[in-house]
Nanobody, 126 residues
């Protein structure tokens, strides 16, 4: 049983950077695929970034490629999302998710994940 807690969200101006964190308790994330999703009011949940099960491959949504970077600590208990060049369109609740049965072809599908954090709010506004 793994519990996920996000932190690091906040209010920033366009062009600023933020790093949000997803910390696991009750176990490590070793062997899990881990992903970040976001959801803005009135919009569907959107895939942001993910690690494959062994962490050897990363995946990004088209809207964040070149701006966001997913990483993890050596202890495999925390996953980070570095967000650069933030724009108002990035405003959303950012949630991390983990799952053991995630296959590569469906890594962008939120239905493949069974552990979810509560989310952290990121607001980009002038």
């Amino acid at each position: 049983q793994v519990q996920l807690v996000e932190s690091g969200g906040g209010l920033v101006q366009p062009g600023d950077s933020l790093r949000v964190s997803c910390t696991a308790s009750g176990g490590t994330l070793n062997g899990y695929a881990v992903a970040w999703f976001r959801q803005a009011p009135g919009k569907e949940r959107e895939f942001v970034a993910a690690f494959s099960r062994n962490g050897g491959y990363t995946y990004y949504g088209d809207s964040v490629k070149g701006r966001f970077t997913i990483s993890r600590d050596n202890g495999k208990t925390t996953v980070y999302l570095q967000m650069n060049s933030l724009q108002p369109e990035d405003t959303a609740v950012y949630s991390c998710a983990a799952g053991r049965g995630v296959i590569t072809s469906s890594i962008r599908n939120p239905n493949q994940y069974y552990y979810w954090g509560q989310g952290t709010q990121v607001t980009v506004s002038s």
